[in-house]
């Protein structure tokens, strides 16, 4: 597997930092990585188990623990053994916020092996700052805390992850894999891995491609329900929701609404720059210059009221669709009759 450092904003430098110097050689003796978003902690941990140690290291000096089934004895056993034929081992402890009495790790962590490169997966939420347990690992080891991006920075983020691997997307190709997955970086990378191998000898991702290898119609998706709406095209919108009904997986409404109350709350904005340029614009709701014609559209279409009216709208659907205030109704029909709405 090639690993490939993105070199801009979105990929944590902290992450370059400790693959640069595990390919260096240089080694803390305790790493522990936290956090929300599970993509860069996997990649960590992924380099540490298939890349620190050669092969044929590994095979003596090179264990795992999961945290629901270690025991902290077993584990601290591990890290205290010298290393075997080789300069030093690995010690994973994947899924520790699972692990019961994690604390006992303490005094390993406060006297760990030169000799042995631990490193803890603590996925999902963070150590408490004031404990004993934080203050050893940030004195004697390295921590990295990876933080949940922002759904307004997937699509650069797939992109740039796109030119990475040497390929480039088309800026609706693009929004189509955003939108249709959201925000799971891992499946993000996943899926663009498998139109990569399907692209022969072409450079370039298009909508045909995210439809063929993803699954996910270019005509009737939630980009194009967006679509739809800013322009106000009832008839559009309502055939798109009719692909819904017949194709449940294809943009469940809990996907659907908040998009879209991302989208006008968006719009919602830029009511005080509608003076500002396009570049300006773009800055102040932060989205790629690109979209913002779409943001425009949408203030010209239905007018300060008109977007006031949308997110109370929005705001009412979305608690129908999980029973509030409402007998039980498909998802298609608070659809249909939500867009009714909006666009009249």
Known sequence: MIYVILQRNFYDMSVEKIINNWKNKSFKPVYWFEGEEEYYIDKLIDYAEHHILSEAESSFNLSVFYGKDADWAAVINACRRYPMFAERQVVLLKEAQQMRDIDKLEPYIDHPLSSTVFVVSYKEKKVDGRSKLAKLLKEKGEMFISKKMYDNQLPEWTNELVQSKGY???????????????????????????????????????????????????????????????????????????????????????????????????????????GSDEKAIA??????????????????NYKYEGVEAVLLLLHDYNLKSIGVNSIAQEDASLLKEMVVKMVS
């Open 168 to 274: 480039s997307i088309s800026q609706r190709a693009l929004m189509l894999l955003v939108d249709h997955i959201g925000n799971d970086l891992s499946r993000i990378d996943n899926e663009i891995d498998k139109i990569l191998v399907n692209l022969a000898s072409r450079k370039n991702i298009t909508e045909d491609d995210i439809e063929k290898f993803v699954g996910v119609s270019k005509e009737y998706n939630a980009f194009e329900l967006q679509d739809a709406l800013v322009k106000k095209d009832l008839a559009k919108a309502i055939r798109i929701i009719q692909y819904f009904e017949a194709n449940p997986k294809a943009a469940p409404i809990q996907l659907i609404l908040p998009s879209l109350y991302n989208f006008f709350s968006k719009t919602y904005m830029i009511f005080q720059h509608l």
């Open 283 to 300: 800055s102040v709701i932060a989205v790629n210059p690109f979209f913002v014609k779409d943001y425009m559209t949408a203030a010209r």
